[in-house]
């Protein structure tokens, strides 16, 4: 426990991640260490977060070792464990891995493993992104309702009662 004054502080109620360096510059809320689910709107209580932002812990899950750097292989690995196809999994490791390696190195010279370094993966974030993450790494809900509406919209563009509770 670190000493504030007199009372002693809780590290693991700091709104800074001390792995994730932009939270230093822009503190996170504590809900923003706890990635929300359907059932926990405002995070999993109880989960280990290991002083991640939850885009750390996103790109984390790739991570077979837990070394900290995602290579193809692992992410290969790891699309194929969320239910991706072989070859549809080979395609999007390669590119993923290819596109955020070069922002994420620690340095200026390049891996020609193309890894990605969960460290600095808030520098691959750039302006043109899809938008389902926000700044501090939480899933954007806007992106949820757009994509609900385009999938479960009837011939009249409405909604039903039942596809929206069936989510």
């Avoid at 196809?85 to 340095?107: D, E, F, K, Q, W």
């Amino acid at each position: 426990m670190a000493t504030v004054g007199v009372v002693e502080r809780n590290p693991a109620l700091s709104p800074e991640a001390p792995l994730a360096p932009v939270t230093v510059e822009r503190p996170i809320c504590q809900e923003d260490w706890l990635p929300p689910n359907l059932y926990q709107p405002i995070g999993t209580p109880g989960l280990v977060h290991n002083h991640l932002s939850v885009l750390q812990q996103h790109v984390a899950f790739f991570d077979q070792d837990d070394n900290g750097i995602v290579y193809p292989w692992e992410a290969y690995v790891g699309l194929c464990q969320t239910g991706f196809s072989t070859i549809v999994s080979l395609i999007i490791a390669v590119v993923i891995n290819v596109a955020l390696s070069y922002p994420t190195l620690p340095g200026w010279i390049h891996s020609h493993f193309f890894s990605i370094y969960i460290y600095n993966i808030h520098k691959a974030k750039h302006g043109s992104d899809s938008g389902t993450y926000d700044s501090e790494g939480r899933v954007a809900s806007k992106l949820e309702w757009g994509v609900l509406y385009v999938l479960a919209r009837d011939k009249e563009g409405f909604l039903s009662k039942e596809a929206i509770r069936r989510c």
